[in-house]
């Protein structure tokens, strides 16, 4: 993955002439430094920039307050360069909700009365209760983050603490549905309809229980192959911030999958998604029912294509090649698959909504497997073993990715009820 090395450019000082003074452009405004190349001006200017960069390159104007839609866009700077992006999602949602509906309001004046507002906007939107209080929790940072920049008063971040999340029972938001295993015949039924790489990556990931993201950033440099079971450490993990050290152990049949993956570059992703392409494009020629004409024979791919395959899977990417697979498999139909785009859009609404519906109950997701496994550990080794193979730091972590033997329950009262 590309790295850029180019430093985030800075203002500069200049010289203004009429006057014959320093200043520096912050965000659109002139700040004046004192007399040109005097060590007073230098001085100024690195307070200067230096609380316009320590405040996400942003310096509120002394004589107005910052507005909420201005608070947000500096903590999203802020947010990019310190979330990992698997966690930028829930910034960008509770980000744009407070710019929508708040967002020329001083970030001063919003309230805990604001804050309620937009926690039933979410909750009637049908967004789950768990969803609803972990985007009011963003937006609490987001102000707390402008406490500590000195954007707004301290007083504005401890208000909004006396709002509590949405409780079971008491809201209209719905409850989560858990996340269930995948039985082994749907993911058996799957298989012949995803890529040849997509499909090693689901056998990978249901022998090593890792999470869909772990499997997508796997590479050869990332694995020990001198012991008889392979250790593969992640380049990065969800965990990683708490300073956790992740640790996936590979058994024969997992490094049977994997063993072809590693000759190429170390440093190289091992699950490419243009290797699936080109599977896919010579399987989908050597299919053909009619010649390919001359001029077919000759085209060549386009210099600048609007859209090219990756370096590697990501999780959304994944997920979408199984849930291709699942409509396939399972037999959505063409109408709801493909949805013409002449249609008036009341009906194009309405085939969404039955596709979206029938995918629910359908498609099966990656970290099911992750389910899956868990479970099948627990049944024949006991929580703990589900504990350190999916490197939870707290067994009761490890409930709710292992569901519990039921056929051993069943048997117990057979003899004993």
């Known amino acids: 993955m590309h790295v850029s090395t180019r430093k985030p450019r800075v203002p500069k000082y200049r010289h203004h002439k009429p006057t014959n003074q320093a200043v520096v452009t912050l965000n659109g405004k002139d700040y004046y430094l004192g007399r040109w190349k005097s060590a007073a001006s230098h001085a100024e200017y690195e307070r200067l920039v230096g609380e316009w960069l320590a405040g996400g390159r942003y310096l509120p104007a002394a004589d107005a307050g ?26 960008k949602v509770a980000v744009r909700e407070l710019r929508v509906v708040y967002g020329y309001t001083l970030a001063s004046d ?33 102000f707390k983050w402008g406490v500590s920049q000195e954007l707004i008063p301290e007083t504005v971040y401890r208000a909004l603490t006396t709002v509590p999340g949405l409780r079971r029972g008491h809201t209209t938001a719905p409850e989560p549905k858990p996340v269930m295993p995948v039985d082994d015949k749907t993911v058996v039924a799957t298989l012949p309809h995803v890529p040849a790489v997509v499909a090693d990556m689901i056998r990978f990931q249901k022998l090593t229980g890792c999470r869909p993201g772990e499997v997508c950033i796997l590479r050869p440099c990332d694995v020990d192959t001198a012991g008889d079971v392979w250790i593969y450490r992640p380049e990065s993990h969800k965990t990683q911030y708490r300073g956790r050290e992740r640790i996936i152990f590979i ?18 992703y091992c699950f490419v998604p243009a290797e699936s392409e080109r599977k896919r494009s010579a399987l989908r020629r050597a299919n053909r029912e009619s010649p390919m004409t001359p001029s077919q024979a000759k ?22 090649a199984i849930e291709r697979a699942c409509e396939i498999a399972f037999g959505l139909s ?25 995918r629910k109950e359908h498609c099966w997701a990656p970290n099911q497997l992750r389910h899956s496994t868990a479970t099948a550990i627990r049944k024949d080794h006991g929580l703990e073993a589900v504990q350190v193979v999916l490197g939870h730091a707290h067994a009761r972590v490890s409930e709710v990715y292992a569901e519990r033997n039921m056929t051993l329950a069943a048997e117990v009262m057979r003899k004993l009820g």
């Open 299 to 320: 085209r060549h791919r386009k210099r600048n294509p609007l859209r090219t395959a990756g370096d590697r899977y990501t999780p959304n990417t994944y997920r979408r």
């Open 66 to 91: 910052v507005t909420v839609a201005e608070l947000g866009r500096a903590y999203w700077k802020f947010a990019e360069g310190y979330y990992p992006a698997t966690s930028l999602y829930r910034v």
């Open 110 to 142: 919003f309230g805990p009365l604001s804050f309620q507002a937009i926690q039933r906007r979410w909750a009637e939107s049908g967004k789950c209760r768990r969803t609803v209080n972990y985007l009011c929790e963003q937006v609490k940072r987001v």
């Open 334 to 358: 063409e109408s709801l698959r493909v949805i013409p785009r002449k249609l008036l859009k009341p009906e194009r609404l309405e085939r969404r909504r039955m596709a979206a519906a029938w």
């Open 251 to 268: 058994g024969p049949k997992g490094q049977d999958v994997l063993r072809p993956y590693l000759l190429r570059d170390k440093t190289a």
